[in-house]
């Protein structure tokens, strides 16, 4: 059973930071794709930042220049440094993997509350 594990929400000030990590096990098929996608309140899904297995990466331009994403080679794990946190960074966080079979994988999500 495919498991994605995310841990490293919490409630920050603006201008702190927070890490998330996420954990894949259980995939049966290598991971092409890992990212990190976000869900505020009344608002759709949407994409923060993915890293390729040849460490390419891609970023919401919401949050580049403040955030970074990355993952160790040969492991199932991908991590967001957030860094220079607004409020409108306020949203449930959501790890995502893709294997090569384009199968797409979500965690649970984890609340990331900016606020003073």
């Known amino acids: 059973q495919v498991q994605l594990v995310e841990s490293g929400g919490g409630l920050v000030q603006p201008g702190g930071s927070l890490r998330l990590s996420c954990e894949a096990s259980?995939?049966?098929?290598?991971?092409?794709?890992m990212g990190w996608y976000r869900q505020a309140p009344g608002k759709q899904r949407e994409l923060v930042a993915t890293i390729t297995s040849g460490f390419s990466t891609n970023y919401a331009d919401s949050v580049k220049g403040r955030f970074t994403i990355s993952r160790e080679n040969g492991k199932n794990t991908v991590d967001l440094q957030m860094n220079s946190l607004k409020p409108e960074d306020t949203a449930v966080y959501y790890c995502?993997?893709?294997?090569?079979?384009?199968?797409?994988?979500w965690g649970q999500g984890t609340q990331v509350t900016v606020s003073s």
């Open positions: 259980g995939m049966r098929f290598s991971i092409s794709v």
């Open positions: 995502n993997a893709v294997d090569v079979t384009n199968y797409r994988y």
